[in-house]
């Protein structure tokens, strides 16, 4: 880019300008990246016949310090001022859960003046899909514990009210995140206005149980943007491991879906995605399964 000689109101050139400019006349707000790590991991089989259950899971890191000591956050932190966001997303990944180079996508801004007890905190989210077989999972010296908690988001009131220029959709969602050791819980409502072609939606936590934070609401939003990405792209993919069954990739669109899919719809529909292998599992008391790899070529022909 060549030096811009424009003069502005008080004579000066932009090298002139930059040169005399006062940082300090706007107060900083702090910026943190928080992620959500999601994953599908099978739970233990009680009936060695039966398919294993498969569960959404969401990484935690308990808090080893003030605010909310002992409770349990995303992981996340502070971003530094010679850093991007996705840089500072993927070193704070590093620095405290071990997990290095995964794919993340950043979700969405959370801006309420008093999201934080410490200071004016400004969060961007992200999320990403793994596959849990495949990480080393360890918590770093600030935070107590980093653990997978087995989360679900069920709408469980709903509430529609027609106005004049369009409607108001209030929904009450649970969330709801265990393991052997703990359980936390939230509700968490949205708000849906619409008036004319101009729709807005808001969340508010009505009571938090054990979420550090205003992190109840990102991850219902997260588990929202889930489900709703995984009907039109290829993300369930990165939860899979190289080569699986169809019948285990139908699993885990279920679990992100908390509902049962019809096996010809979902064959049909995921037809394009997926690539025969020559090869089939090998599991005492089922007959071998043939196993699909991901077809990176796909087309997304919306129907």
Not at 10 to 30: I, M, V
Not at 153 to 173: A, D, M, N, P, S
């Amino acid at each position: 880019m060549g030096e811009n000689k424009m003069i502005n109101k008080q004579g000066l050139t932009e090298e002139q300008f930059l040169t005399t400019y006062d940082a300090s006349k706007y107060e900083r707000p702090s910026v943190t990246v928080d992620m959500l790590i999601f994953t599908v991991t099978e739970e233990e089989k009680k009936n060695y016949r039966k398919l294993p259950e498969k569960v959404l899971k969401l990484l935690m890191i308990k808090r080893g310090d003030h605010p909310y000591m002992g409770q349990w956050a995303l992981p996340g932190g502070f971003v530094q001022m010679n850093e991007s966001l996705d840089e500072a997303a993927g070193r704070e990944l590093k620095e405290e859960t071990n997990i290095d180079d995964i794919y993340m996508e950043q979700l969405y801004t959370w801006g309420d003046v008093a999201r934080d007890p410490r200071t004016r905190v400004i969060s961007a989210s992200y999320m990403s899909l793994v596959d849990s077989s495949t990480l080393d999972i360890k918590a770093s010296d600030d935070a107590d514990d980093a653990k997978w908690f087995t989360v679900s988001c069920k709408l469980y009131q709903e509430q529609k009210t027609v106005t004049e220029k369009g409607h108001i959709l209030q929904r009450l969602f649970k969330l709801s995140l265990s393991n052997e050791e703990d359980i936390l819980s939230a509700i968490v409502k949205t708000v849906k206005t619409v008036e004319g072609k101009v729709t807005k939606i808001q969340r508010e936590i009505i009571e938090s149980n054990g979420i550090a934070f205003d992190h109840a609401k990102i991850i219902e939003y997260g588990i929202d943007r889930l489900r709703s990405k995984i009907e039109y792209t290829d993300i369930a993919f990165n939860l899979m491991p190289e080569l699986f069954t169809l019948t285990e990739l139908q699993q885990v669109y279920e679990v992100i879906l908390d509902t049962e899919l019809l096996k010809a719809n979902f064959r049909r529909k995921t037809a394009d995605m997926v690539t025969e292998t020559n090869e089939y599992t090998k599991d005492a008391g089922h007959r071998p399964s043939k196993l699909f790899k991901f077809n990176p070529n796909w087309t997304n022909i919306s129907e």
